[in-house]
């Protein structure tokens, strides 16, 4: 029988051997864990003092279960009052049911949006992954043009069924749309609904740029899953790919990784460390320093990039002194 003593001693070697913790699956938590395995990597969400809040408030216990991961002390399940927290938020509404990793990871920033008090410091998170577009709406019967500005928080690229490149699913979705028959829009100008012509384009980019590889499909109520390879690289330079003016070179720090099917599957996590840059592979407790994280994907067809997490190049980043929870 192994003594509560030597857990923690066998806990905190791993700790430190690896410099990352890995994380207990509590009724399938592993898509949470996934995702704190990537906050964890988002260094500037740590920096933020947040010290006030009750059971429900997410921000407060995100920035306690980081701390602890980060920390040295010996925590068997640093997580557990993040994912109450969670629960409290009626969020995993069942337990034991898969969950759709950016759903939740919307969610959260959603929630810590909504709950803080600190209004500034609520945008000021928000607008670490907020990335701006403006829609254009063109009526084909009186070419007027409804123009509208909006923004989300993580890109959705639809996977096709084939193979796929990262920069040739973000150039179809700034491809122009032809919107017709249920789809089509109502023109203020005509006072109809008529068929329309949407484009979007690119306003702002965040410094944190989280995309979300659609690769769920639904039809006739059940849901699969489109295993095909995404390419991606490890740095990417919007300005070339989509003729932006602006340039805005990023480098990939976490990748989410689903593997099996859609109604049954798991999450795992890869996150590169801020300080050695070294890859990092967490799968729940199970955690792999000097992961390689191309070969992985090229190996194994049934694990599949899911959600990547970039960081914009060349820029001092700190919070503003003033902010504070
Ligand atoms: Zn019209």
Redesign the pocket.
Known sequence: KTSFWTKICCYLTLVTLTGMRGLSNYCLSCCVNSLLQTFSATWEIAVYNINKGDARNVALHLKRVLEAMRGDLPQLAPHRDFLHCLDQNRFRRKINVQHDADEVFLSILNLIHQQMDNRVLAGEIQDLYKISVETHLQ??????IQTETSYMLSFPLYVKEDDNSLEGCMNSFFEHQELKGINSCF??????K?S?RQGVKLLSLPRILCMNLKRFRNSRGSTHKLDCRVSFPETFDFSQSLQHVFSCRYTLYAVVVHSGYAMCGHYTAYVRHRENERWYYADDSYVQRNASLFSFFFFCCSRTAYMLMYRRDSEEWRPRPELSG
């Open positions: 009526c084909l019967k009186c070419n007027s023109c203020a100008h005509c006072g109809t008529n329309s």
